[in-house]
């Protein structure tokens, strides 16, 4: 093959158009990601920190609904990953399962990506279902990195650990539902089992087809300007 060298005005032009390619695409990934969300009130920054609810309650004015036993929201202490407020699943009633749910509106035949920070100081039994099922990849029970640090309200965040799983809706209605229970050989002692910032995201194709174009765009502006870029011998 023979290696043909363009011009200069030629390998500037075609570096502006793959630098233009590269950032549409990236911009427009970064845009339906965040457009993907359906999950409301993912932070719990709508619940009212400190207090307890019950089943039949719920603690942000509809989008989450406690379903079984109670739950507590920490407000600005330890025990929030982020932002004011984090769920603990286990404090006010930690030896019977604690659930909480959301209905979320889903298409049915399309899958969903769960994603959630968490961290406990006690023993423990996790689970997160769809409509009753178990979502995908999520483990049995929350990591116990503890909460070292009493004071400072944002000093246990790098303990949390982010959760990922993912299902497949099977009606246009999801009732996505965190449940946990404490370890009961805890006697008086109250274990906390945390959760925040919950989200539940739809996987997009053409995302992935835009972000690789972009990744090829970049490419080809660096073999550009290396000079390295084989164009056939009278197509520039």
């Known amino acids: ?35 993907g969300t359906i999950v409301v009130d ?19 004015g509809g989008a989450w609904n406690v379903t079984a ?14 932002g004011n407020n984090s769920v603990n699943l286990t404090y006010a009633n930690p030896y019977v399962p604690n659930s909480l749910s959301q209905q979320l509106t889903t298409v049915p035949g ?3 990506l769960v994603s959630f920070w968490a961290n406990s100081d006690t023993p423990n039994s996790f689970s997160l279902a769809e409509n009753g099922v178990a979502v995908n990849g999520i483990p ?8 070292p640090d009493q004071i400072d309200p944002n000093g246990n965040s790098s303990l949390f650990v982010d959760y ?14 965190f449940t946990a ?23 997009e194709p053409a ?4 972000f690789l174009t972009g990744v090829f765009g970049l490419g080809l502006l660096l073999m550009i300007k290396r000079n390295a870029l084989p164009f056939p011998k009278g197509s520039i």
């Open 1 to 35: 093959m023979t290696r043909v060298t363009s011009s200069p005005k030629a390998r500037r032009k075609f570096a502006w158009f793959a630098l233009f390619v590269a950032a549409m695409a990236f911009f427009s990934l970064s845009v339906r990601a965040r457009a």
């Open 42 to 60: 993912g932070g719990f920054e709508a619940a009212g920190g400190g207090n307890v609810y019950f089943a039949g309650q719920s603690i942000d």
């Open 69 to 82: 036993g109670a739950i507590y929201i920490d407000n600005q202490d330890p025990w929030v990953y982020a």
């Open 110 to 112: 399309t899958a969903y």
């Open 140 to 147: 049995g029970s929350i990591v116990q990195n503890g909460f």
């Open 164 to 177: 990922s799983g993912w299902f497949v809706a099977s009606s246009a209605t999801t009732d996505l539902t």
């Open 181 to 203: 229970t404490g370890d009961p050989a805890l006697g008086s002692s109250y274990g906390s089992v945390m959760i925040d910032n919950v989200d539940v995201t739809t996987p």
């Open 207 to 210: 995302s992935i087809i835009l």
